[in-house]
């Protein structure tokens, strides 16, 4: 049973992660719901490996163009370019979540995990991105992106420390707001999640070196494989179905998930 849980578990994860409906919240809410045991720090990790591992996968040619031309930019400037740019916008955008993750992570965690603020969150968050995609610009060419635009996404980001708001639903809603195109605004959102989770699963993996044996792995490595596989065709079927169906279906779902967990807490 446990074995399945962990399943189902990293199946929510690979879905609801590069979707706008809030991963954690899915994560926080279902053991709560079902009533299931905290799968603890190690199952966490293995959640994040696996979909960090399917969006490197995902994008590993526009990955490996934009970290060689951003190396060949930093020893000579002639080799400054749109991709060695995209390489620092990434970087800027990915600060502001890393520095205030730093000083708040804790408080998040313990402060921001009640069923009805989550429910909150998922709704408001939901109603902010159908108000950007209905304000932006639609900017659609990477080589138009500026230092502004990845401020903004940036920013917004830090929304992500609260549970509901969804990490790629608020850097989709910054990418929005700055005037980018639906398509661009979900592929530097997706760009952006590599070093932020990266760097959460490395100050995660920390905590837990040398103290888990090897059959404790395996659930974890389970989770893992599944979180990865989902998430990469999550991925690949969002991006191509995004421009046909919009972000109003899971606006939709949003709002339903959201008012059930508020009447659901009470």
Not at 16 to 27: D, N, R
Not at 57 to 72: E, G, H, M, P, V
Not at 153 to 172: D, H, K, N, Y
Request: contains cysteine.
């Amino acid at each position: 049973m446990d074995m399945m849980q962990a399943i189902i578990l990293a199946f929510l994860q690979g879905i609801t992660e590069f979707l706008p409906i809030s991963s954690s919240a899915h994560l926080i809410v279902v053991p709560k719901i079902m009533n299931w045991e905290d799968k603890g720090l190690v199952f966490d990790v293995a959640l994040h490996v696996g979909t960090v591992l399917a969006v490197i996968l995902y994008f590993k040619s526009d990955i490996a163009d934009i970290l060689s031309n951003w190396l060949k930019s930093l020893s000579n400037k002639k080799h400054v370019n749109e991709k060695s740019k995209t390489a620092w916008y990434i970087i800027i955008a990915c600060l502001p979540i890393l520095i205030a993750g730093f000083y708040i992570e804790n408080t998040a965690a313990s402060e921001f995990r009640s069923v009805k603020l989550i429910g909150y969150a998922t709704i408001f968050f939901g109603l902010l991105l159908w108000y950007a995609d209905k304000i932006s610009k639609k900017i659609s060419g990477v080589q138009q992106i500026t230092t502004r635009h990845a401020l903004l996404i940036g920013f917004f980001q830090v929304f992500a420390l609260i549970p509901g708001a969804s990490r790629s639903g608020v850097t989709i809603t910054g990418g929005l707001v700055s005037g980018l195109s639906r398509e661009l605004s979900i592929k530097f959102s997706f760009l952006i999640s590599i070093p932020v989770i990266l760097s959460a699963g490395i100050l995660e993996a920390r905590k837990i070196v040398n103290s888990v044996s090897v059959t404790e792995m395996i659930e974890p490595v389970v989770a893992a494989a599944v979180a990865g596989i989902t998430a990469y065709y999550t991925i690949h079927f969002f991006l191509k179905l995004i421009e046909k169906i919009g972000f109003l279906p899971f606006i939709i779902y949003r709002i339903i998930i959201g008012l059930f967990l508020v009447i659901y807490a009470g």
